[in-house]
Nanobody, 119 residues
Framework: VQLVESGGGLVQPGGSLRLSCAAS????????MSWYRQAPGKERELVAA????????NYADSVKGRFTISRDNAKKMVYLQMNSLKPDDTAVYYC?????????????WGQGTQVTVSS
C-alpha cells in the first residue's frame, strides 16, 4: 500500500497550490479519502474529506470556501486545491485513506508534503 503526496512548496499569502496524492495497493474506489495537516507544535487536524464515490465532501471551518477536495477513481488520485492561502495554512499535509475490508477498518497514511505560506 502506498499513498504518495506531491505538489507542496513555498507560496506567498493569497497564492494557490494543488496537492496530489497517488494511491496504490488497495481498492481505492472503495475508500474514503482525506487530507490532514500538522503544523509545528500542533496536533494533526482534518482539513477535508471525500467519500468513495466523490458525491459528498466536508471541510474544516478554517478552509471552507478556499480549499476543494476531489478525486479521480480511474486514476487512483485525490487532490486538494488550495486557494487564498494564508500563513496559518503552513503545515505538513498528509493524505489518508479509510475503508472497510472484511468487517475490519483499514487506514493508510502518506508521508506528507510541506506547504509553507510566507512572503
Amino acid at each position: 500500500v502506498q499513498l504518495v503526496e506531491s505538489g507542496g512548496g513555498l507560496v506567498q499569502p493569497g497564492g494557490s497550490l494543488r496537492l496530489s496524492c497517488a494511491a496504490s495497493g488497495f481498492a481505492f474506489s472503495s475508500y474514503s479519502m482525506s487530507w490532514y495537516r500538522q503544523a509545528p507544535g500542533k496536533e494533526r487536524e482534518l482539513v477535508a474529506a471525500i467519500i468513495s464515490d466523490g458525491s459528498s465532501t466536508n471541510y474544516a471551518d478554517s478552509v471552507k470556501g478556499r480549499f476543494t477536495i476531489s478525486r479521480d477513481n480511474a486514476k487512483k488520485m485525490v487532490y486538494l486545491q488550495m486557494n487564498s492561502l494564508k500563513p496559518d495554512d503552513t503545515a505538513v499535509y498528509y493524505c489518508h485513506a479509510t475503508g472497510w475490508v472484511l468487517a475490519t477498518m483499514r487506514d493508510y497514511w502518506g508521508q506528507g508534503t510541506q506547504v509553507t505560506v510566507s512572503s
